[in-house]
């Protein structure tokens, strides 16, 4: 050992090795307390941090919040202020909780920061505008769109429910005009039935985006042949025996669906029903008659109708001096009534008492048709035009002679 430490080499290779091992001890404890150290203060500046809202969004609606985004200055242990800037647990929360509609200067608060770190935050409060939100009742408005199968047209469309529930602020409800949604019927040849989603919309026709209750509506497009719905006209036939009148007619409907081609239906203006003889008809009675299909008509709605006749005793009365009317004159002619020499008619009428109570001469015409007849005198038949359900007291023919004669032509003086 000792001739070791004599020797001036050996002593050398120790002395480098030691400070060799100094360095290197020194440039550690350097970088340690440089760079990484967690001891060591922090400061770290995070800009454009979204602030987070916390309300109850049931019943009220932010209009308004400047700024939108803030600032956030961090200081602390270098450790701690690492795990902020890595982290997104942190959030910068503006607490309207205890707050109401209206203007509003509120301070915001960090959440999830480290415990030992010192957050600022620029600016630190923030202007917001709060309004409640209001519930409104609206129709449901489906716009069927597209064209059926040939011969065939969409009905109403079916929405269940037929309204929902908007909910939005004040300010934005006056705006909504409708909600809507949309149905294809392009070439179908059947009900088209599926779910809709709605929209709201404004006056202006734009699309308003707020809460709707329930959002899809089911709808059902019925597709039939075309129709129209027009007065159903019944035919009664026959009369009851004397001593027995129509008091009233009644049916149940008054009107019809008629389904057919377009053309078919574009020209009915009315429908005619079954006929119903009344013919020595003593009491009154409600019949139940098929109404059949005419015109090429392919379906009716409905099918059936009730008719009540209601039959009771009836009256006669005695009408004077009604005036015989002429039609059919040939204007070359003369043509006068010459029996009875009055021209005009005394006759009797039988009928239900509500009818016949109130009748007047000048509710019957007595008409005379001379249509194509030759000089000279002819008895005719005159035809009794009366009101309905109101029938001859005596039921034989009414006739009248008329004299037809070549007109004197006039003389002018030179």
């Not at 001036?8 to 350097?30: D, P, Y």
């Not at 008629?258 to 013919?279: A, K, M, N």
Request: net charge neutral; glycine share 4%; proline share 7%.
């Amino acid at each position: 050992m000792d001739k070791w430490l004599r020797n001036t080499n050996v002593v050398r290779i120790v002395a480098l090795v030691i400070g060799i091992l100094l360095w290197v001890v020194v440039h550690m404890e350097e970088t340690n307390i440089s760079g990484n150290s967690p001891l060591r203060e922090r400061e770290e500046t995070i800009n454009n941090v979204a602030i987070t809202t916390k309300y109850d969004e049931t019943h009220y609606h932010i209009s308004s919040m400047a700024p939108a985004n803030v600032q956030v200055i961090v200081k602390g242990k270098e450790s701690s202020v690492k795990k902020v800037t890595t982290s997104n647990s942190y959030q910068i929360e503006l607490d309207l909780t205890q707050v109401g509609k209206g203007d509003h200067q509120v301070t915001l608060k960090p959440v999830g920061f480290p415990s030992d770190v010192e957050v600022q935050i620029v600016p630190r409060t923030v202007h917001v505008i709060i309004e409640e939100l209001q519930m409104k009742e609206v129709p449901v408005v489906i716009n069927v769109k597209g064209t059926p199968a040939a011969g065939l047209k969409a009905g109403q469309p079916i929405v269940k429910p037929a309204k929902v529930y908007i909910t939005a602020q004040t300010s934005k409800l006056e705006q909504i005009e409708n909600v809507r949604g949309e149905v294809s019927v392009d070439k179908a040849q059947a009900a088209v039935t599926k779910q809709v989603r709605l929209q709201a919309f404004d006056k202006d026709g734009k699309e308003v985006t707020l809460n709707i209750n329930p959002s899809v509506v089911d709808v059902e497009v019925p597709i039939t042949s075309p129709f129209q719905t027009i007065p159903l006209q019944m035919k009664i036939s026959g009369e009851p025996p004397k001593g027995f009148a129509i008091a009233m007619v009644t049916q149940n409907p008054d009107k019809v669906t008629v389904y057919g081609t377009q053309d078919v239906v574009d020209r009915l203006e009315f429908y005619q029903g079954p006929q119903l003889s009344v013919q020595d008809l003593k009491e009154t009675k409600e019949f139940a008659l098929d109404i059949p299909l005419r015109n090429k008509v392919t379906q009716l709605d409905p099918a059936k109708v009730t008719v009540r006749v209601e039959i009771v005793p009836s009256i006669t009365k005695a009408l004077e001096n009604v005036p015989i009317t002429i039609i059919g004159q040939n204007e070359s002619y003369d043509t006068k009534v010459t029996l009875p020499e009055t021209a005009k008619l005394n006759i009797t009428v039988e009928g239900a008492p509500a009818l016949i109570d109130q009748m007047k001469v000048q509710d019957v015409q007595a008409i005379l048709d001379v249509s194509n007849l030759p000089p000279g005198k002819h008895e005719l038949k005159v035809t009794l035009n009366l009101p309905t359900y109101v029938k001859l007291g005596m039921p034989q023919e009414v006739k009248a002679t008329v004299e037809i004669s070549e007109k004197t032509p006039k003389v002018t003086n030179p």
